[in-house]
């Protein structure tokens, strides 16, 4: 008998966004995984139209499968609470857009899927609807009662995140030893566990610019991130750091680690997107599942025109595939 696929729930995202499209256009693919849809389906089969793909969407009956053809895939429905118009952002589908994750997220815990794929949310139409939000991968930690960390992964490069979604100003008070330590921990553990890496080597950036410049840019290096370090390193872990974030990048640099450790978001993914925009994947780390997502937004622009570049749900899907081949 041929292998299970492996069932991927696959969130709609925005409904007014472009994330139906994406997943239509998924759908479309050759990808040898079993897609479970999960978000409105008329929604979805709109999407489709206006792409021109013809998909076939069957409910979901929780069996695994050893085949899928292309422009077919399942779906659980969940109805938006108003129809969706492309390119118009309304609050009161934002409960639907949370109801999508969390019904994702529980499937997964449950063994109901191997993994998950999600597409793009609006955070801000969220939260005007009186929904605190801050992203996916906060989400996904409090629904799982877990510690997790950001991991976005472009070919030659992965950056992970000791801050995800802070103000600026704020980031300073939240990188502290503990917290470094809690998040080195999970990602040198899910490099093992995720990515077959049997010694991850991590470079780890400074939070000042020239990493403090011994203590003359701001003393967190000395006093926060290297102490951080070298605790970890008496267990075993290979770290470089704490480096100039502008140097750290370099290509005869990045040849050199496995993965790289920003101190807050702006400061390691510009860099990731600038290489790899379209190609890289968003990987939330320390979950007891695997989750993967797109790279980009929205792009309100771009619903309903049937141009969505449909190439980083569809890298997320491949990677999705291989950490759940790994079985870890």
């Given at each position: 008998m041929s292998a299970w696929l492996p069932r991927l729930a696959v969130t709609l995202g925005e409904p007014a966004g472009i994330g139906p499209e994406i997943v239509a256009a998924l759908a479309a693919s050759p990808l040898a995984a079993d897609l479970i849809a999960i978000g409105d389906r008329d929604v979805l089969a709109r999407a489709a139209a206006a792409r021109g793909i013809a998909l076939a969407i069957d409910a979901d009956d929780g069996q695994w499968r050893t085949e899928r053809a292309p422009n077919t895939l399942r779906s659980i429905h969940v109805p938006a609470r108003v129809p969706?118009?492309?390119?118009?952002?309304?609050?009161?589908?934002?409960?639907?857009?949370?109801?999508?994750?969390?019904?994702?997220?529980?499937?997964?815990?449950?063994?109901?899927?191997?993994?998950?794929?999600?597409?793009?949310?609006?955070?801000?139409?969220?939260?005007?609807?009186?929904?605190?939000?801050?992203?996916?991968?906060?989400?996904?930690a409090e629904r799982a009662r877990c510690d997790v960390a950001m991991l976005l992964v472009a070919p030659g490069l992965r950056v992970a995140?000791?801050?995800?979604?802070?103000?600026?100003?704020?980031?300073?008070?939240?990188?502290?030893?503990?917290?470094?330590?809690?998040?080195?921990?999970?990602?040198?553990?899910?490099?093992?566990?995720?990515?077959?890496?049997?010694?991850?080597?991590?470079?780890?950036?400074?939070?000042?610019?020239?990493?403090?410049?011994?203590?003359?840019?701001?003393?967190e290096e000395i006093d926060v991130i290297s102490p951080a370090l070298a605790a970890l390193r008496r267990e075993g872990m290979e770290l470089d750091g704490p480096l100039s974030a502008d140097t750290?990048?370099?290509?005869?640099?990045?040849?050199?680690?496995?993965?790289?450790l920003a101190m807050y978001h702006d400061q390691g993914l510009p860099v990731l997107?600038?290489?790899?925009?379209?190609?890289?994947?968003?990987?939330?780390?320390?979950?007891?599942?695997v989750r993967t997502s797109v790279d980009h937004g929205t792009a309100l622009d771009l619903a309903g025109t049937g141009r969505a570049d449909a190439a980083s749900v569809i890298a997320a899907a491949q990677l999705a595939i291989e950490l759940v081949a790994r079985g870890a």
């Open positions: 969706a118009t492309p390119g118009r952002l309304d609050v009161r589908n934002a409960p639907y857009v949370v109801d999508t994750l969390a019904r994702a997220a529980d499937g997964c815990l449950e063994g109901e899927f191997d993994g998950v794929v999600t597409a793009p949310v609006h955070k801000g139409v969220i939260n005007d609807a009186g929904v605190p939000f801050t992203g996916h991968t906060e989400f996904f995140l000791a801050t995800t979604h802070l103000p600026l100003a704020e980031v300073p008070a939240a990188v502290t030893p503990a917290a470094l330590v809690r998040i080195l921990r999970i990602v040198y553990n899910d490099l093992r566990r995720r990515f077959g890496i049997d010694a991850p080597r991590i470079a780890v950036l400074g939070l000042n610019p020239h990493a403090g410049e011994g203590g003359h840019l701001g003393r750290a990048f370099v290509p005869e640099k990045r040849a050199l680690y496995d993965a790289y997107k600038a290489l790899g925009f379209g190609d890289s994947v968003n990987v939330t780390l320390g979950l007891p599942f």
